[in-house]
């Protein structure tokens, strides 16, 4: 970048954008479900299925919505399956030459998850990417089931240079875009992840395949 020149500031998502971990979910997934008499779900059918609020994916899937106690019961189960699994987790191909390339260039990105913080930053740092944020923020407290708006809004407040209409989040989920529009931010969802690409469509913003293309798209929707 020249002098005064400045880009884009890319917010990533974690979980099934810069670490392909749809698999571990899915295994996660269905552990938990045989622990409370579930039947096993596809990746096909979690991808059609799954939103947030968290508690709506299990009121879809079985017609009726946990109450508070029951939902608690699916999270803790959940989560110690998928942590047993997430040292064995890679990041998505080619987002680490991404992230370094942004950040050789001068351009700010940061990562907002709903990941536990505890776990997050432990995870970011074993995959030696840490250094090419400006901030990491996952959940200080248990995920509670609401969305990411609350949460990507405290994180950008955090970034006092960043201007949200120079700023896409880059997500695989329905959520991201709404985080994204309640800050005045930019969106891009990624199809590795968690979502159809026939449900991340229904959310109005550009859909790509690949980290590239979302990075690509980004430039060209806020450059």
């Known amino acids: 970048m020249g002098p005064g020149e400045r880009t884009i500031h890319i917010v990533w998502d974690w979980n099934g954008t810069l670490l392909h971990d749809i698999h571990a979910v899915i295994e996660a997934t ?3 479900f045989a622990e409370v008499g579930l039947a096993p779900i596809t990746l ?23 109450t508070d106690e029951e939902f608690a019961r699916l999270n803790e189960l959940f989560h110690r399956h998928y942590f047993d699994r997430a040292d064995t987790v890679a990041l998505t191909l080619g987002a680490a ?15 907002c998850s709903l990941a536990p913080h505890e776990h997050l930053l432990p995870l ?10 400006v901030r990491v923020d996952g959940l200080a407290t248990p995920l509670d089931g609401r969305g990411k708006a609350a949460h990507m809004a405290r994180h950008l407040t955090s970034l ?11 997500g695989d989920a329905v959520d991201d875009a709404r985080a994204a529009a309640h800050v005045g931010a ?35 929707i806020a450059g």
């Open 44 to 66: 096909e059918r979690y991808r059609e299925l799954y939103c947030v609020p968290v508690p709506r994916f299990y009121e879809k899937l079985t017609g009726a919505l946990p």
């Open 160 to 170: 006092t240079d960043v201007d949200p209409a120079r700023t896409v989040v880059i």
């Open 186 to 220: 930019h969106a891009v969802l990624y199809t590795g992840g968690s979502h159809s690409r026939r449900s991340l469509e229904a959310a109005g913003v550009p859909v790509v395949d690949t980290l590239a293309d979302a990075v690509a798209e980004a430039e060209r």
């Open 124 to 133: 970011v740092r074993r995959h030696g990417i840490e250094g090419h944020f």
């Open 97 to 111: 030459e991404l992230l370094a390339a942004r950040a050789a260039a001068g351009a700010t990105q940061s990562l």
């Open 30 to 32: 269905n552990l938990t």
